[in-house]
């Protein structure tokens, strides 16, 4: 006589065999391309309340005449965010990632490179895609356009602690602020040191172990020597960036990348440092603050309502990112209305330094980084605000890039 199969009780919802109860809910895994891109699970449970956003000012007209499509990482909730004009109407996409930071895009080479900062770091390259590969087993219409989609991740020690991106002289950088340096991202996935401040040197070498500075943003020139970066410290002491007792008023400095030294100082937490115009801007977060380096010192030209970081120039318009404070971090913004700090992307003309128009999320908590394509380039993420699962779904099976053959 056969043996009886042994049934599984799960209160009503399956009596099927065990193993079969586990071969089905396996297949039913991993179906979802937020999933995949992202190689996050839970990638497809993003709370909708995090892509609620109000609009203030002549926000959607601003992008709507730069004709640009504006990407922003939302650090803490896990999110990649892009904005344009479609069609004449708004749009709004994302991706989901964990931990993003640092974005900038390679306009020469066509490519957007994101870090993930999560333990390991990684850094995605993504490519607008071009057309669909044919096919005669869509019953779906994928989602039609020019869409930014991952290409290639590259994973790094997540003690690199990865924050600002930058492109010099054709070259794609980084901070490595755990070690306090700003390295080179090779394409085979290597990375080399390549500049550090002359504090952080003694006399058995470079301190890679700890990190003392909070060595936290680029501004790319041509070359190393024509660049900028910022730290809050320039000092190293047993108290390090990241305790609650580190002092932070006025420490925050502006590098050389000639020099290594300071040619800036009494900014507190600086980040976001850009080149426009011939121009060191930086974003002065502690106080909320956009301003500029002159003679030596760092000059603020407007106050936003939280704690500023990211930044990026179209033109004569700066986009600027102000985030909500952490609140185990109040004291690391002495200059701030904290209660008051919002979280949301900000359009500045730099000629007036009048605010033309803002977006920002109730429900979000931090902004990194800024910066836009042209909207020819791309219309954003695959993903939108109200999604088409099953429109993504035959999208990302038959999708082309420029690094694939023209079938």
């Not at 009780?9 to 109860?21: A, D, V, Y």
């Not at 937020?34 to 203030?56: F, G, H, N």
């Not at 999560?118 to 490519?127: S, T, V």
């Not at 990348?257 to 080149?275: M, Q, W």
Request: hydrophobic share 35%; proline share 6%.
């Amino acid at each position: 006589m056969a043996k009886a199969k042994k049934e599984i009780n799960t209160g009503g919802r399956s009596t099927l065999p065990i193993k079969e109860e586990l071969w089905s809910q396996h297949q039913d895994e991993w179906r979802d391309p937020c999933q995949i891109t992202s190689q996050w699970k839970e990638a497809s449970q993003i709370d909708p309340r995090l892509l609620q956003y109000k609009v203030t000012g002549k926000w959607w007209d601003v992008l709507a005449s730069s004709k640009i499509t504006l990407m922003v990482t939302r650090e803490y909730e896990h999110l990649v965010m892009a904005m344009t004009i479609f069609e004449g109407k708004p749009m709004i996409s994302f991706m989901p990632m964990p931990h993003p930071s640092g974005l900038v895009v390679d306009h020469k080479r066509g490519i957007v490179h994101i870090a993930s900062t999560r333990n390991p770091n990684q850094i995605y390259d993504l490519m607008p895609t071009n057309g669909l590969l044919i096919r005669g087993d869509i019953k779906t219409t994928p989602l039609q356009g020019q869409y930014l989609i991952p290409v290639r991740s590259r994973f790094f020690p997540g003690c690199l602690y990865v924050h600002d991106l930058g492109i010099i002289g054709g070259q794609l950088y980084a901070n490595a602020v755990g070690q306090n340096l700003v390295v080179k991202i090779k394409d085979c996935g290597r990375f080399e040191p390549v500049w550090w401040p002359k504090c952080v040197e003694n006399k058995k070498g470079i301190i890679t172990h700890l990190n003392h500075l909070q060595l936290n943003s680029i501004a790319g020139g041509k070359s190393i020597n024509s660049s900028f970066f910022t730290a809050s410290t320039d000092q190293i002491t047993k108290r390090r960036p990241g305790h609650k007792n580190f002092p932070v008023d006025k420490r925050g400095v502006v590098f050389s990348g000639k020099t290594g030294v300071a040619i800036a100082r009494g900014l507190t937490r600086p980040h976001s440092a850009r080149i426009h115009k011939k121009q060191i801007w930086v974003d002065n977060s502690g106080y909320g603050e956009l301003g500029i380096v002159e003679d030596g010192c760092f000059a603020p030209i407007l106050k936003l309502p939280g704690w500023t970081r990211g930044l990026c120039f179209h033109k004569n318009i700066a986009f600027v990112g102000t985030s909500k404070v952490i609140p185990r971090f109040r004291n690391y913004a002495p200059g701030l209305e904290v209660d008051q700090s919002v979280c949301g992307i900000h359009a500045v003309d730099t000629k007036t330094h009048r605010v033309l128009g803002s977006i920002t999320w109730p429900y979000g908590n931090q902004i990194f980084s800024v910066d836009w394509t042209k909207s020819a380039f791309c219309k954003g993420f695959p993903f939108l605000n109200e999604r088409k699962v099953e429109k993504e779904k035959s999208f990302f099976y038959s999708y082309k890039t420029s690094l694939q053959s023209k079938g």
